[in-house]
């Protein structure tokens, strides 16, 4: 493998990894803060009880999160200085706001809320756990306006002597459309995440009879933020798509393999064969209109095919192959809805045992299914940035440089292949540790609340 | 003064907070196992830091992104020259973030000795390369015209390079030992007040030859300027101070003496920002790896906004856990029968 190769699967693989963190601190924090503020207006101890059981699955989460990120930031300039140096001006602007704007934020205050329970005034208190909140979602924010800045470049002119971009106006950067519905999409898919988790792990306790009182109000408040949640992601992800086939028309085209233009257009459910060697692959239960749908928003809308595409990008940026690995963006695009399908449907039936005052605790099958469940949105999650990322290939920039031109000069085969090693296996310890360490703790017992005439008690704080 | 010059300053002053914040957390976490005396003990030290470390290590990150910002051209030289020794940097934060976390969410012997041993291991290699990545920018590292590293992994092993590292591990050091003298109680706060008075005539010689090593690596003659002067100064008070047991002053020197040694290295490379060995042509400088103006106007604006906010709540931060950790805290809890109704 070329260095090339090497650079892609090692930011590939930690960008993946990072992501699987990413949404369910997000997400979590979210909920948690939700819990929290339950019960500072109730004074009912199972929310106090539910705020530090979850908060404690957050933290374990958060630890990983937060080093793997520093491994996205420093891996730009290790194994991408040319693009680093080329793009710099615009793209290295959001990160620093994130930083000043977020990262300090979300790590300042959450510092405060895990030791300062017997420290802070109880008001204050929860406040800190809605400024971590607002930090994770920020953090969001600028890192995806960065991003929508490689799928759609805006808001730069190129610098005559250096040939370099340069930014002329932030507004557009963080106005980007792609930027927009991207964030609003992965803020959905992030609360999505977090309230699959803890249904699937409230499920699990309600299945055991640990504490069902209390894990009924959990997984009641899990389905009722999933399942607008799920909906709204799947709505918003389709306006995203209509966005992406405006500005990236090969990564939809590549999406449903549709090598030729058409109008309409369906959309198949699976197909046998495809990729980027063989063009005609088994299309296997083409639904009528729903890639026009996808695409353009109208019922009869003309997708353009990859071959149109091709030719158009090789007038306008010289010979090359522009097509993306299609093979990748066919069944990323199925994973991610069927997952989301998935997760509606799991959100539908829990809506509907509450719907008819069923006990929740006493619906064994649906429990089985939630628990279970957890593992579709991380599916759904990965499969989603692999079908924008890859999608964007073979640029670095839409339109502005190739991800071939974006490597380190300096930076040898060897090196990279070093890194690769050490942090696959440091990853793979982590995740090891990781996932035993949450599962170990979903699975624990649910600590003692305070006594309900108690209720003005300081509650400890959540040491090391 | 210029757009460029003031983003040269505020990444150095993002360095240089970085080290004073992260140094003593570096400090501790290097220290906490010898300090700690038993688990109760060790548990205070960590607990001392517990809610401030992560807050600390988002200055490292805002340095990075900073320069990437502000200096693509730096950013990109160096990070992917310095590449093998970053790879070591990472894996080492990496396991000193999580230590803090997985270390007392088992209750195991071994487990927990296994993490002591990564927060140890991992809290000496940041510093150590940290301190000679910053050296090298000054020492020199093979650079040619298109701005790219032309070394090996060995090359960046320069001796003056190594010497930074192990002053700033040293530095760190006093300065955690410190931190703990001053936020902790009983044996954990004797014993590290009695390592640290151990380790402070040590850190003294260092950054005394520190001090005129710098001057003679950027060529500016034996003679320290005021800001190494005052590094030594600083160190100096700090060793007598601890002697004296007074250490809260202690604290205020070895930070003095940490921000001025960091920010010795950024002043003595003004203006330029990596220094070739190859040719003096072939330095980079806050010119020639700066972004467009506008760029700039638009990350000062929002640095202007938000730095002083950011001071404002860590230093709340500081305030609300400005109360000394008590070890009998972590103490293994009474059996509940015991436990008074």
């Given at each position: 493998m070329s260095q090339l190769d090497l650079a892609r699967l090692q930011f590939a693989m930690t960008s993946i990894y990072h992501f699987l963190f990413v949404p369910v601190t997000i997400g979590l924090a979210f909920l948690t803060a939700l819990l929290q503020t339950a019960w500072h207006r109730s004074n009912r101890p199972e929310y106090l009880r539910l705020t530090r059981f979850f908060g404690t699955l957050l933290l374990i989460n958060v630890a990983v999160g937060v080093v793997t990120g520093l491994v996205q930031e420093f891996q730009f300039g290790m194994d991408w200085s040319t693009y680093s140096r080329t793009v710099g001006d615009v793209f290295g602007a959001p990160l620093a706001m994130e930083g000043l704007a977020a990262f300090f934020l979300e790590s300042t205050f959450l510092g405060l809320w895990v030791f300062g329970w017997d420290k802070l005034p109880r008001r204050v208190h929860l406040a800190t756990i809605w400024a971590v909140a607002a930090g994770a979602s920020l953090s969001a924010a600028f890192i995806m306006a960065a991003n929508s800045w490689m799928q759609h470049p805006v808001g730069y002119t190129i610098?005559?002597?250096?040939g370099r971009p340069q930014l002329n106006d932030i507004w557009a950067v963080l106005t980007n459309p792609v930027f927009l519905w991207g964030y609003v999409h992965v803020l959905l898919a992030s609360l999505v995440t977090a309230a699959v988790v803890m249904l699937g792990v409230s499920a699990w306790q309600l299945r055991r009879g640990n504490a069902p009182e209390v894990f009924k109000s959990s997984a009641r408040l899990a389905l009722i933020v999933l399942t607008p949640s799920i909906v709204l992601a799947m709505f918003v992800g389709s306006e995203l798509g209509v966005v992406e086939a405006r500005y990236q028309p090969m990564k939809i085209a590549a999406a449903e393999a549709q090598w030729t233009t058409c109008q309409p257009c369906s959309f198949s459910l699976f197909q046998v064969g495809g990729g980027n060697d063989d063009k005609t692959p088994t299309k296997v239960i083409a639904i009528p209109h729903l890639l026009s749908l996808l695409a353009t928003?109208?019922?009869n809308g003309q997708v353009t095919g990859l071959n149109e595409v091709q030719s158009s990008y090789e007038q306008q940026y010289g010979p090359g192959n522009y097509v993306p690995n299609v093979f990748v963006q066919y069944w990323a695009m199925r994973v991610m809805a069927y997952a989301a399908v998935g997760i509606m449907g799991v959100a539908a039936w829990g809506i509907w045992l509450l719907w008819r005052k069923k006990r929740l605790a006493g619906a064994t099958l649906f429990l089985r299914l939630a628990v279970w469940a957890v593992i579709l949105p991380f599916l759904m999650n990965t499969a989603g940035w692999l079908l924008t990322e890859s999608g964007r290939q073979p640029w670095i920039v839409q339109g502005v440089q190739l991800t071939k031109n974006g490597?380190?000069?300096?930076?040898?085969t060897t090196s990279v292949a070093i890194s690769l090693v050490a942090f696959l296996l440091l990853y793979g310890a982590l995740a090891v540790v990781d996932v035993v360490l949450m599962m170990r703790y979903a699975r624990r017992e649910l600590a003692a609340g305070p006594?309900?005439?108690?209720?003005e008690a300081v509650v400890p704080a959540m040491t090391y | 003064m210029t757009l460029v010059s003031t983003w040269f300053i505020l990444i150095a002053v993002l360095w240089t907070g970085f080290f004073i914040l992260e140094g003593f957390d570096l400090g501790v976490g290097m220290l906490h196992g010898v300090v700690g005396g038993d688990e109760a003990g060790r548990r205070a030290a960590i607990n001392t830091i517990g809610p401030l470390w992560d807050g600390n290590e988002v200055w490292l990150v805002v340095a990075g992104a900073g320069m990437f910002a502000a200096f693509p051209g730096w950013y990109a030289t160096m990070f992917s020259g310095l590449y093998l020794a970053l790879v070591v940097l990472l894996a080492a934060l990496i396991v000193r973030g999580v230590s803090f976390e997985?270390?007392?969410?088992?209750?195991?012997q071994r487990w927990r000795q296994t993490w002591d041993w990564l927060l140890t291991g991992g809290s000496l290699f940041v510093p150590l390369l940290l301190g000679v990545g910053l050296g090298d920018l000054l020492a020199?590292?093979?650079?040619d015209s298109s701005q790219e590293y032309t070394g090996?992994?060995?090359?960046?092993?320069?001796p003056y390079g190594l010497f930074v590292g192990v002053t700033f591990v040293l530095l760190c050091l006093m300065h955690g030992g410190t931190f703990l003298a001053l936020k902790t109680t009983d044996h954990v706060r004797t014993r590290s007040l009695h390592l640290t008075r151990r380790i402070a005539p040590v850190t003294c010689v260092a950054v005394l030859v520190f001090a005129v090593w710098t001057q003679v690596t950027a060529g500016r003659g034996v003679l320290p300027n005021l800001l190494e002067v005052t590094a030594v100064l600083a160190v100096v008070a700090g060793a007598w101070l601890l002697a004296e047991g007074r250490e809260g002053w202690a604290f205020a020197a070895s930070t003095v003496a940490i921000a001025a040694s960091v920010s010795s290295i950024f002043t003595e490379l003004y203006p330029r920002v990596m220094v070739s060995s190859t040719s003096s042509a072939f330095d980079l400088t806050v010119h020639n790896t700066a972004s467009g103006t506008y760029a700039l106007k638009v990350m000062t604006v929002v640095a202007v906004i938000l730095l002083p906010v950011v001071l404002a709540y860590q230093a709340w931060t500081y305030h609300v856990f400005r109360a000394r950790v008590r070890p009998e805290d972590f103490a293994p809890a009474v059996p509940a029968a015991a436990e008074p109704s």
């Open positions: 610098n005559t002597s250096t928003n109208s019922w490597v380190s000069p300096s930076v040898s006594a309900a005439e108690d209720a | 997985f270390r007392g969410k088992v209750d195991g020199g590292l093979p650079i090996s992994f060995l090359d960046l092993l320069t």
